[in-house]
């Protein structure tokens, strides 16, 4: 069974502290995904990554960097955690060639105190 | 630039249908449609290419309209299943990398 696997559920983090979400996908995917997703806001991009190495921003990059050091695994940091990025993290996975569908991971649900 | 869709939530009976629609502003390439059940993560239902073209899942069907830029989803003769938070992903024409713009999302109950 294909898999992307977020490494927490639930996170929970201190104002000012370095975060690292973990995203390993087991579908050998060119591209993979971080969104972040809020009520009544819908899943919005943060950033992507269509290579290893490579890196582009999303629609609200800003406070979050990334890194892709392997094909199958993208990590999203939070350089400094702010409360304002409590919220639900959705990675996904897809792959380059067309027309083919996101496989989401579980999400981990982080709260910043 | 995330597209809109409506209406915010519906609920159903069993055997009742429903349709969800997904607008957006900008030219698209392809609209692609998910279920999210609550504490899950969301699942792949269909892709729609521009062309027009309608495709179905179960007896979920989808139509994409690109001169409007916009896809309607339909939910026949409904399910205890088909309850979830429904989104729409739309991918701009001007776009390289297949990356998603998704709605604010859809809820759907439907009670037996």
């Known amino acids: 069974d294909v898999k992307v696997t977020q490494s927490s559920r639930y996170l929970v983090k201190r104002t000012g502290e370095k975060v690292f979400l973990e995203c390993v996908q087991d579908m050998d995917h060119e591209n993979m995904f971080w969104y972040r997703q809020d009520p009544g806001l819908g899943l919005r991009l943060i950033y992507f990554?269509?290579?290893?190495?490579?890196?582009e921003k999303g629609d609200i990059p800003e406070g979050y960097s990334v890194s892709r050091e392997k094909k199958e695994r993208f990590s999203l940091i939070l350089e400094s955690a702010s409360t304002n990025q409590t919220s639900m993290y959705l990675c996904?996975?897809?792959?380059?060639?067309?027309?083919?569908?996101?496989?989401f991971g579980s999400g981990t649900r982080l709260t910043v105190v | 630039q995330q597209p809109v869709q409506s209406p915010q939530a519906v609920i159903l009976r069993e055997g009742e249908d429903a349709v969800i629609n997904c607008s957006s502003s900008?030219?698209?390439?392809?609209v692609h449609w998910y279920r999210q059940k609550h504490g899950e993560a969301p699942v792949f239902l269909m892709i729609?290419?521009?062309?027009?073209e309608q495709k179905g899942h179960e007896k979920i069907s989808a139509s994409f309209n690109e001169k409007k830029q916009q896809s309607s989803l339909y939910l026949t003769a409904s399910q205890l299943s088909y309850s979830g938070t429904y989104f729409c992903?739309?991918?701009?024409?001007?776009?390289?990398?297949?990356?998603?713009?998704f709605g604010a999302g859809t809820q759907v109950v439907v009670t037996p």
């Open positions: 996904a996975s897809s792959s380059s060639r067309p027309n083919y569908g996101y496989t």
């Open positions: 990554s269509y290579d290893v190495k490579m890196k």
């Open positions: 992903g739309t991918e701009q024409a001007t776009d390289s990398w297949g990356k998603l713009q």
């Open positions: 729609l290419l521009k062309g027009g």
């Open positions: 900008k030219a698209l390439y392809s």
